[in-house]
């Protein structure tokens, strides 16, 4: 069973729509953060978030921690071909080391023109 | 500010080799964590180095080991290749006291 289970795995959508994808589990993490990997290349931080109930906005993102820090969303505002790539939650579970982080299996957009 | 760096980018090995894996940490950033990516998977922690030593450990095998040399950079060994073994292999850097990771290109390691 995965930790960290992120939903959908696919998505595909026109360029302008909005959209949310999520990342859920039953453990609590002392801190979420997300990734943006493109093919062939390493993920790419998009944000941290460490307080239950924190939202972040990072231009057309925009990023909730839960309330009990056991599951998060990220938003996307009039998305546009840019956006596409493959999305990943990763968390560090309460009690473990920064820098071990468990990864989720990932939502890949697609945002097509 | 140079990031993450790794080497090779590519690998093609044969089932029962050996292979070693190079990753320099971005500046200022003293620990590296090894994580490996099967296709269509999200990164698995393969184990993290500070200070030279093996601070945390994934659910990986022995066959993987690794080294963090006096200028933070690091090595991942791994011994007797199975075929399971091809991946990406990601380097990641940050700070001890921080949750935020700087993740290299990775290495595209083929077993045949």
């Known amino acids: 069973t995965q930790l960290l289970e992120q939903s959908p795995q696919f998505l595909s959508i026109q360029e302008g729509e909005n959209l949310t994808v999520y990342c859920n589990s039953s453990?609590?993490?002392?801190?979420l953060q997300w990734y943006r990997q493109e093919p062939g290349e390493g993920p790419v931080l998009l944000v941290t978030?460490?307080?239950?109930?924190e939202v972040k906005k990072l231009k057309r993102l925009t990023f909730q921690f839960g309330d009990a820090r056991k599951d998060s969303s990220l938003h996307i505002t009039a998305a546009q071909p840019g956006d596409t790539g493959l999305y990943l939650c990763?968390?560090?579970?309460?009690?473990?080391?920064?820098?071990?982080?468990?990864f989720g299996d990932g939502t890949t957009l697609t945002v097509k023109p | 500010d140079a990031g993450v760096t790794q080497s090779p980018t590519h690998l093609i090995k044969t089932r029962g080799q050996q292979v070693t894996l190079r990753c320099s940490p971005k500046s200022g950033h003293d620990t590296v964590s090894w994580y490996q990516q099967a296709l269509g998977q999200g990164p698995q922690f393969i184990f993290q180095?500070?200070?030279?030593?093996?601070?945390q450990r994934g659910n990986f095998p022995d066959r993987f080991s690794g080294h963090q040399f006096p200028n933070y950079s690091s090595e991942l060994n791994v011994n007797a290749l199975l075929l399971g073994d091809s991946a990406l292999y990601l380097c990641?850097?940050?700070?001890?006291?921080?949750?935020?990771?700087?993740f290299g290109p990775g290495t595209r390691l083929t077993v045949t």
């Open positions: 990641a850097s940050s700070l001890t006291s921080t949750y935020e990771q700087y």
């Open positions: 453990s609590v993490f002392s801190s």
């Open positions: 978030v460490v307080t239950g109930g």
């Open positions: 990763a968390g560090n579970k309460v009690g473990t080391n920064a820098g071990k982080s468990t």
């Open positions: 180095y500070y200070e030279e030593e093996e601070r």
